[in-house]
């Protein structure tokens, strides 16, 4: 059983910055490569990738929506994860949640193996 838990939304500007923080928690192997990412999913909109990043190397991916604008990172050594969101608009909003995956990394919902319980970011206008 592993557990995710997110902090760090809240209320922002339109160009102002977040971080979210995702612990993990629970039965995890130090040399596990399983990817780590964050997912968003605004009202009556489908769950959307973010951002992952593999859990040895570092690689990341992002979809063209986000790209430049936010950062994803990981310390190992902390089972943690981030995600630094800048330039925030209001297209943004949305629920966010951490995600780890059944592979090295992913892009969609059915990579995912676990979930966080979310966290909300508002971006006003």
């Known amino acids: 059983q592993v557990q995710l838990v997110e902090s760090g939304g809240g209320l922002v500007h339109a160009g102002g910055s977040l971080r979210l923080s995702c612990v993990v928690s629970g039965r995890i192997l130090s040399n596990e490569n399983l990817g780590m990412g964050w997912f968003r999913q605004a009202p009556g909109k489908d769950r959307e990738f973010v951002a992952a990043?593999?859990?040895?190397?570092?690689?990341?991916l992002y979809p063209p929506s986000v790209e430049g604008r936010f950062d994803i990172s990981r310390d190992n050594a902390k089972n943690t994860v981030f995600l630094q969101m800048n330039s925030l608009k209001p297209e943004d909003t949305a629920v966010y949640y951490c995600?780890?995956?059944?592979?090295?990394?992913?892009?969609?919902?059915?990579?995912?193996?676990?979930w966080g319980q979310g966290t909300q970011v508002t971006v006003s206008s």
């Open positions: 995600a780890r995956g059944r592979g090295i990394i992913f892009t969609d919902v059915a990579g995912v193996s676990s």
């Open positions: 990043i593999t859990w040895i190397g570092g690689s990341t």
